[in-house]
């Protein structure tokens, strides 16, 4: 998500719940059925039911509204997070004021190519990577680079291996893949657009995921571009779209709410609470969270955690940015 400029004004400043206001809280959600919205509108549903009067707002672009405190709390991806705090990556301005709550689940990624091409392991991308045509740019996507850097760094690749074709967007990435005008393009583990395109491959094999370096110089190599992100092992399952004929190690991407330093630290405390305690009640308005893991809820990243957030770990035992 990259910087915009902003006219809400006083609509949402009158919303924010700052020290001291018994307001209304506003969580930054994203565009109606994107994941931030999904997201947005199951912590809300949990909030409102312990007390907490919460309001979404479907907004694009909101990093810089958390940072000047024009909104409470929004969901990012942990990558994204770190690169706000300092002005790098997709972001050209630092946001010294964000603060992290916790991790929501784990989002679990990876890149595709058409089975056909035998490219089970990185190493088998990087033996043909000169003959591959790429997805890359993501114009309105600008995170999605990011990703497909890590897994390529992964086997001492980069974009300029490749034979690149810009798209557009996450999902026009896969449909390229799907539509054959790239090779390899990343796609998210049960993702609907990545079955919709195995399907129009099924001459092909269908889709496979290529599956990243877990030795301890690949892990450290990934982590060195992506110090946010994790390796993680899928074991082989006809069920799942990429990981019908082998096991794969793909990339995990916490999914995160973050907030400002200067939202009261009771309230981030008490729906810190709310949301480390309610699964059930988080699963039920939206099917990620069957992923989400309090024990896990505070994994190192290189943004701060607030405070109303590690007295809440504290209490409850959970280790945090450890």
């Known amino acids: 998500m990259i910087q915009f ?18 307001q ?3 969580i930054a959600s994203g565009a109606q059925g994107t994941l931030a919205y999904n997201t947005g509108q199951a912590a809300a ?14 907004l694009v672009g909101y990093m810089p509204l958390l940072e000047s405190g024009e909104v409470d709390f929004g969901f990012f991806n942990g990558v994204e997070v770190e690169y706000a705090l300092d002005g790098t990556g997709n972001y050209d301005r630092a946001h ?3 603060r992290l709550v916790g991790t929501m689940f ?18 088998d991308l990087k033996e043909k990577a000169a003959d591959l045509r790429i997805a890359s740019e993501y114009t309105s996507s600008t995170i999605i680079p990011f990703y497909i850097m890590g897994g390529l760094a992964n086997a001492g690749l980069t974009y300029d291996d490749f034979q690149k074709v810009p798209v557009a967007s996450f999902a026009a990435g896969i449909d390229a893949l799907g539509d054959e005008l790239v090779d390899v393009a990343l796609v998210s583990l049960n993702a609907g657009a990545g079955q919709q395109a195995a399907v129009k491959l ?17 892990l450290k190599a990934f982590k060195d571009f992506l110090p946010a992100g994790d390796i993680v092992a899928r074991s082989q399952s006809d069920s799942i779209n990429g990981l019908g004929n082998y096991d794969a190690n793909l990339m995990s991407i916490p999914w995160m709410m973050v907030t400002n330093a200067d939202v009261d630290e009771e309230l981030v405390y008490n729906l810190t609470k709310a949301l480390a305690e309610n699964k059930e009640a988080l699963a039920a ?16 990243n290189a ?9 809440y770990f504290e209490e409850a035992g959970i280790s945090a940015g450890e």
């Open 5 to 22: 400029k902003t006219t809400l004004g006083a609509g949402l400043l009158a919303l924010s719940a700052t020290a001291g206001q018994a």
């Open 24 to 26: 209304v809280v506003t």
């Open 45 to 58: 549903k949990v909030a409102n039911d312990a007390g907490i009067t919460a309001r979404t707002q479907p």
């Open 96 to 98: 010294p004021n964000i």
């Open 106 to 123: 784990p989002l679990v990624t990876g890149i595709m190519a058409p089975c056909d091409l035998g490219l089970e392991t990185v190493a």
């Open 202 to 218: 099924q001459d092909r094999g269908g889709l496979c995921y290529v599956s990243l370096d877990n030795s301890d110089e690949g």
């Open 285 to 300: 308005s939206f099917g990620a969270f069957n992923n989400f893991d309090a024990a896990t809820m505070a994994p190192p």
């Open 303 to 311: 943004v701060t955690y607030h405070p109303g957030a590690l007295r």
